[in-house]
């Protein structure tokens, strides 16, 4: 087939992001009708749950001529008029639109009533719940921790989700025990997550794969994306997904899939390293880096023998609690070795008084004095009820000499060896993650082992390196280092440093905070 070209749409008012107006171009509909009907979908009932225009529904009507239905719901007036005037010669007959809320329907008994096989196609919302939820919409699924989220994941942001996400695993819930298709373009991190979902709960997907689409030529979006289509039987074939490049492409580029109750990008890799995933061996701890959400206030540069702010104020501060801070940019680049910034660390453990450095550090004091208001306008829930001038991610680790430490923003693997500048432990922030080493050998020692390609290729399968943050203590944990040492013939001296390893194992909420996912910037709120 031929490229598909499509036009932009570059308006994000918000009831565009809450409705839904990011329309498929009607090439790209009949692309995805074509690619089905050449996979052999002939469907009998075809349902789009957010139809908008209509493009997807009208491609369907005109490809699929075993379908003796066609249902369409959009809940935005000025759309449901314009589907309903294209398509006004079959309302009636075989196609029947509803104008109302997703949410506000019984798919268990829409679905019940349609013969099979049943096709569920189109272009959910591409937006999140919070996103919604700030809008004041009511176009949000009933509330409820449907990922299963406990504590403080759930407070710090991990059950903040994609409404598409919601739609897509409700949609494949009610098609269980029907003969039945669903493809659906949506983020590939929403794509993961269901599949992810259904498979833990052991939903009948027969057969599932991924097809890649280009969001910022049909869209005008940054955002990985894709089609994704599975099919529902009787049975779970398999817990793995094919992902193939496009909609035309015959052969996988990869193929991800759950192992026990974790998923992978890459199966293969990983059943090849699954001896570097026991959770059982020696294991570091790794660690977070400064947060303190004020880099105006709290990072400063050194000017003469002042420090200057984000505000391009200059005042004179105690060395006590300040110190070298590398970026995740620094880490990521192993520029490691200079010093460009300085950051105030008012605490050695989360929660510990701050009052203290009024008297041990005055001008220090009387400067965070100044600035109390920035600092206590911080949005996040984890600095109520905290001591003021309060961070987190702080913890004996943190002051370490040695450090090895990866960037989890940049989109690959470098592990640093972080040394100390004129015999002062350097902080990473808080988008870095670390381990504290008691010399330089060990730390080089490890970062040996980290960087090696073992490493790499056990790591590279089980990241998703679109996520906004591809690298996460979780995965990191997962390595298991006395394993890759043996494998890699270091086992007598990574051992050596290991027999007296005792830093304090504190900070585990700490770490799952900073694997919160950071905020999309491009919400397409999607229907046809």
């Known amino acids: 087939m031929e490229l598909i070209k499509s036009y932009r749409n570059k308006t994000h008012c918000p009831k565009k992001i809450e409705f839904g107006d990011f329309q498929t171009p009607i090439l790209l509909a009949d692309y995805v009708c074509d690619f089905l009907l050449s996979n052999g979908v002939l469907p009998k009932s075809i349902i789009e749950p957010t139809c908008g225009e209509g493009n ?52 268990q008994k829409i679905i019940n009533e349609l013969s099979d096989p049943i096709l569920i196609l189109g272009n959910p919302p591409w937006v999140t719940n919070s996103k919604l939820g700030s809008l004041d ?6 509330k409820s921790n449907f990922q299963n989220h406990k504590g403080f994941d759930a407070i710090t942001g991990k059950a903040n989700f994609d409404i598409s996400e919601w739609m897509l695993i409700h949609l494949i819930k009610c098609l269980q025990g029907k003969i039945s298709y669903l493809a659906m373009l949506c983020k590939t991190s929403v794509a993961r997550k269901v599949l992810k979902f259904c498979w833990l709960n052991n939903y009948q997907l027969e057969q599932t794969s991924l097809h890649l689409i280009n969001a910022k030529e049909h869209f005008g979006a940054s955002v990985d994306a894709c089609l994704l289509f599975c099919t529902i039987g009787a049975f779970v074939r398999s817990k793995t997904c094919q992902v193939y490049q496009n909609l035309e492409q015959k052969t996988n580029i990869s193929t991800l899939g759950l192992y026990n109750t974790e998923l992978v990008s890459n199966f293969d890799s990983y059943k090849k390293w699954l001896k570097l995933d026991d959770k059982n061996g020696k294991s570091y701890k790794w660690r977070s880096g400064i947060k303190h959400d004020c880099a105006k206030v709290m990072e400063l540069t050194k000017v003469g023998d002042k420090f200057e702010n984000g505000f391009g104020e200059t005042t004179a501060l105690e060395q006590e609690y300040l110190y070298p801070l590398l970026k995740s940019s620094d880490v990521a680049k192993n520029e490691v070795r200079c010093n460009k910034r300085w950051v105030l660390v008012t605490q050695k453990r989360v929660g510990e008084d701050t009052s203290k450095i009024k008297k041990v550090a005055p001008k220090t004091w009387d400067y965070l004095c100044k600035y109390s208001d920035s600092l206590a306008k911080r949005k996040s829930s984890i600095y109520k009820n905290k001591p003021p001038f309060s961070i987190f991610g702080v913890g004996d680790y943190s002051f370490s000499l040695w450090k090895v430490a990866i960037s989890s923003l940049y989109k690959r693997i470098s592990f640093s060896v972080i040394n100390p500048y004129n015999n002062r432990c ?55 280092l006395e394993a890759l040492a043996e494998e890699l013939k270091l086992a007598d001296q990574f051992n050596y440093y290991t027999k007296n390893y005792n830093y304090i194992n504190q900070g585990e909420s700490q770490l799952r905070l900073f694997e919160t996912p950071l905020q999309d910037q491009d919400y397409i709120s999607g229907a046809s």
């Open 426 to 480: 350097s902080m990473v922030d808080d988008t870095c993650y670390l381990i504290p080493c008691k010399s330089e050998d060990e730390a080089i020692l490890l970062a040996q082992l980290l960087n090696s390609n073992v490493a790499k290729e056990f790591l590279n399968s089980l990241i998703f390196w679109d996520a906004k943050r591809p690298i996460t203590t979780s995965i990191l944990q997962r390595i298991n």
């Open 56 to 107: 997807f529904i009208g491609s369907a009507i005109n490809k699929f001529n075993t379908a003796n239905i066609f249902l369409g719901v959009e809940i935005n007036d000025k759309y449901y008029a314009k589907v309903s005037k294209r398509l006004s010669g079959f309302v009636g007959q075989k196609v029947k639109l509803i104008n109302t809320n997703f949410f506000m329907l019984d798919w």
């Open 137 to 142: 919409s009511k176009n949000l699924p009933p």
